[in-house]
């Protein structure tokens, strides 16, 4: 599968159409995040956002947001014209270097185990969600080379 990032370059001051914070991450949610066409065929892989903030006095809080919204996203500091380069080459290094896209994790109790009583009681991620079976699905989005994650 491809790769799919947006990068968002801004002062981070919206001047002109929505202009509240929490409404422009819940439009931003509404257009990037994971879709499943109406044919009912495959959901299309999240949209990574990098957000660049230019300036001293840019919306870092909301710009950070942004770029949380999906897996993967990332957010750079922009100070001067001499750090673009730098911010870029940062990002599309992290692009260029993914080695797994949507991963995840499932955790299950083997049947014989099972039959002892033995249960999941809880998982302890943000994005975890409990199967019908009682398995436990965590989604961990894409990895980068050398790049590890905790799940408890």
């Known amino acids: ?5 947006v990068f968002v370059l801004t002062d981070g001051r919206a001047n002109r159409g929505v202009r509240d914070g929490n409404e422009i991450i819940n439009l931003t949610k509404g257009c990037l995040c994971e879709w499943a066409p109406p044919s009912g065929g495959e959901a299309s892989p999240p949209i990574s956002i990098s957000a660049f903030g230019y300036g001293s006095d840019h919306d870092a809080k909301l710009l950070g ?5 999906t897996e ?15 911010a870029f080459g940062d990002c599309i290094g992290g ?18 185990a099972a039959v002892l009583g033995v249960e999941i009681v809880e ?8 199967n019908p079976d009682g398995s436990y699905t965590v989604s961990l989005g ?11």
């Open 1 to 5: 599968n491809e790769v799919r990032s």
């Open 65 to 69: 947001n942004i770029s949380q919204i």
């Open 95 to 112: 692009i260029l270097s993914v080695v797994a896209q949507n991963a995840a994790l499932t955790v299950s109790i083997p049947p014989e």
């Open 123 to 130: 998982v302890y991620n943000d994005r975890a969600s409990v």
């Open 72 to 86: 993967a996203g990332s957010y750079y500091f922009v100070e001067t014209d001499s750090d673009v380069a730098s």
């Open 142 to 152: 894409d990895f980068y080379a050398e790049e590890s994650r905790d799940v408890l």
